[in-house]
């Protein structure tokens, strides 16, 4: 059976939705789910419909395959998965058939790709707190209450069991300075 998902971000673009859902019924598709709901939130009951109602030897077919993810690792994770299950997943832009071997070949690449931007973005932020660090801020959340507030003096400040036993405020109130 060939199935269809589309989505939009915004109610705003249901007229995309419309046409995507015009293309993959154009395309076969016996049936189609779609959400209006952007691609970063995780809960797409749409997404979630479509991948229950599959079957192996199905097929997922979308118009684009940003479609399936909110990043380029959701995506590969939710194809990747569909794979392991027996599930052809098409996409009409890159016409990619994942059960060709030109489909698994860009697959690879773009799981190759995806783990190069997440280690990107690791090192990235790992410069950007160095530098942070080197101009004397420090991440986290500021205390909630001064040393005034606490009744502690900056050079003896009393320890968290001593402040959580007395019941002032809670053990994670208190940040070492």
Partial sequence: MKVGYARVSTPSQVESLRAQSLELEAAGCERVFTDIASGARSDRPGLAAAVAYLRAGDMLTVTRLDRLGRTTVDTLKTVRDLDARGIRVTARDLDLDTATPAGKLVVSVLASLAEWERDTLRERTR???????????????????????????????????????????????????
């Fill in 127 to 177: 410069a950007g707190l160095e530098h942070a660090r080197s101009q004397g801020r420090h991440g986290g959340r500021p205390p909630a209450l001064s040393p005034e507030q606490t009744g502690a003096k900056p050079q003896s400040e009393p320890t968290k069991r001593q402040c959580t036993n007395g019941g002032e405020f809670n053990r994670s109130t208190h940040h070492h300075r």
